[in-house]
Structures are given as structure tokens and as C-alpha cells.
């Protein structure tokens, strides 16, 4: 008869992560799909005053202003120049709807959450509080992005605000 841990770590081994899989700059991330409402192409996104430096501004999506995060400016990554790659991931972030840009959308996987593992002590050029783990694929690294700390409480506020 199995005990409660080991139970637990075969559901954990048995569970499926299916994850939106996007590049910014050379590495690739994840975000949980039951997160994402949509991607679309780059728009004009216009900009709002004494925003925080990582805001681009605001879209208008349906009738529903947005605000709108650039990663490689939260991520204090090298900027570069949006593309017709170029994406916004539209997520929910804690009952908050914003769009994230990134320089590609890859595919949705699906993977088995034991091939997460905990984020590496080594440096990595995204801070790794925001770094739910570390995922190995074939011949890939993704890094699997927890979307409930990519903004604190108070920025979650500003942008709620916008």
C-alpha cells in the first residue's frame, strides 16, 4: 500500500503541463496555456505617461483597454527591435488581463511535469523569482515562467490603473 508522499509524487509524475512556449532573444520560456487568451500580431500600442519603464503602453482590444509589458525591458534583457514575429500574449495575471510582447510564439507543449526542475543557482538573464522551473526537452532548455510574479502587488495595481 502506497503512503500519501508517494502517491502525491506519482500524480506529480503523471501530470501533463501544457504550456505556450514563446523565444525572447535566444531563450525560450513557458507560460501555463489556462493562462493565455489570446495571441496577436504587434499593434500600436499607445504609450501612458510616468508608467513603469517595463510599460509600453496600452492597446485597445474588443473595447477593452490593456495594459501592455515588454519581457525583455522586465527582464532587463538586451532590447531590440519588434518584428513581423513579433507577438502579444494576452494572459490573465491573477484576474488581470494584460499582454506581454515577445519576440516569437513557438508552439503549445505538452510536457510531464517531472521533466520540471527547480531553477538552477547558476546565472540566467531573467531573474529567477519569476522562474516557476526549468523544463529539458530534447535538445532545448524552456524555462517555465510563474505569471503570478512577474508583477508585484503594487505594480499589478498601477497597471490596474492605466
Given at each position: 500500500m502506497?503512503?500519501?508522499e508517494?502517491?502525491a509524487a506519482?500524480?506529480q509524475?503523471?501530470e501533463?503541463?501544457?504550456?505556450?512556449?514563446?523565444q525572447?532573444?535566444?531563450?525560450?520560456?513557458?507560460?501555463?496555456?489556462?493562462?493565455?487568451q489570446?495571441i496577436n500580431r504587434?499593434?500600436?500600442?499607445?504609450k501612458v505617461?510616468r508608467?513603469p519603464?517595463?510599460?509600453e503602453?496600452?492597446?485597445?482590444?474588443?473595447?477593452?483597454?490593456?495594459p501592455?509589458?515588454?519581457l525583455?525591458k522586465?527582464?532587463?534583457?538586451?532590447?531590440?527591435?519588434?518584428d513581423?514575429?513579433?507577438?502579444?500574449v494576452?494572459?490573465?495575471?491573477?484576474?488581470?488581463?494584460?499582454?506581454?510582447?515577445?519576440?516569437?510564439?513557438?508552439?503549445?507543449l505538452?510536457?510531464?511535469?517531472?521533466?520540471?526542475?527547480?531553477?538552477?543557482d547558476?546565472?540566467?538573464?531573467v531573474?529567477?523569482?519569476?522562474?516557476?522551473?526549468v523544463?529539458?526537452l530534447e535538445n532545448?532548455?524552456l524555462?517555465?515562467?510563474?505569471?503570478?510574479?512577474?508583477?508585484?502587488?503594487?505594480?499589478?495595481?498601477?497597471?490596474a490603473?492605466?
Amino acid at each position: 500500500m502506497e503512503d500519501n508522499e508517494t502517491k502525491a509524487a506519482r500524480r506529480q509524475s503523471d501530470e501533463i503541463l501544457q504550456l505556450v512556449s514563446f523565444q525572447i532573444g535566444t531563450e525560450e520560456f513557458g507560460v501555463d496555456i489556462l493562462k493565455v487568451q489570446e495571441i496577436n500580431r504587434m499593434v500600436d500600442i499607445t504609450k501612458v505617461p510616468r508608467s513603469p519603464e517595463f510599460v509600453e503602453g496600452i492597446i485597445n482590444l474588443r473595447g477593452k483597454v490593456i495594459p501592455i509589458i515588454d519581457l525583455r525591458k522586465r527582464f532587463n534583457m538586451e532590447l531590440s527591435a519588434h518584428d513581423k514575429n513579433t507577438r502579444i500574449v494576452v494572459v490573465d495575471i491573477e484576474g488581470q488581463t494584460m499582454g506581454m510582447v515577445v519576440d516569437s510564439v513557438s508552439e503549445v507543449l505538452r510536457i510531464p511535469a517531472s521533466t520540471l526542475e527547480p531553477t538552477p543557482d547558476v546565472v540566467t538573464s531573467v531573474e529567477s523569482e519569476y522562474i516557476r522551473g526549468v523544463a529539458k526537452l530534447e535538445n532545448r532548455l524552456l524555462i517555465h515562467l510563474d505569471l503570478s510574479k512577474i508583477l508585484s502587488g503594487e505594480e499589478r495595481h498601477v497597471l490596474a490603473d492605466l
